[in-house]
C-alpha cells in the first residue's frame, strides 16, 4: 500500500508562482511514474505533468514553459513548480504515485488564482 500526500497550496494573484510537494510513503520500491493532475472547477480532471523514474519529463502544452516537475528520489518526493499563474490554472491539484501496475492518489491541494 502507498499512501500519497500533497501540500503547497493556497491563494496566488495571476503572474505569481506556487510550489507543490507530493511525498509517497509505504511500499514505494519500485516506482515507475510519478504525475500531477488537476480538475478545475465544473471539469473533468485533467493530466498536468509526469516524470519518470529515470527522470524524463511530459507536461500538457496548458502548461510548458511554465510548470517544472521535478523529484527527489531519496525522500520518494515529487514537486510542482508553478509559474506566471493565470485564473484558468485554478483547480485541485493532484497527485498521481504508479507503482508497477497500481495507481495511487492523494487528496488534492487547492491552487487559486486570483488578483
Known amino acids: 500500500q502507498v499512501t500519497v500526500m500533497e501540500s503547497g497550496g493556497g491563494l496566488v494573484q495571476p503572474g505569481g508562482s506556487l510550489r507543490l510537494s507530493c511525498a509517497a510513503s509505504?511500499?514505494?520500491?519500485?516506482?515507475?511514474?510519478m504525475a500531477w493532475y488537476r480538475q478545475p472547477p465544473g471539469k473533468s480532471r485533467e493530466w498536468v505533468a509526469g516524470i519518470t523514474s529515470g527522470g524524463i519529463t511530459n507536461y500538457a502544452d496548458s502548461v510548458k514553459g511554465r510548470f517544472t516537475i521535478s523529484k527527489d528520489n531519496a525522500e520518494n518526493t515529487v514537486y510542482l513548480q508553478m509559474n506566471s499563474l493565470k485564473p484558468e490554472d485554478t483547480a485541485v491539484y493532484y497527485c498521481?504515485?504508479?507503482?508497477?501496475?497500481?495507481?495511487?492518489w492523494g487528496q488534492g491541494t487547492q491552487v487559486t488564482v486570483s488578483s
Open positions: 498521481n504515485v504508479a507503482v508497477r501496475t497500481d495507481h495511487y
Open positions: 509505504g511500499s514505494v520500491f519500485s516506482i515507475n511514474i
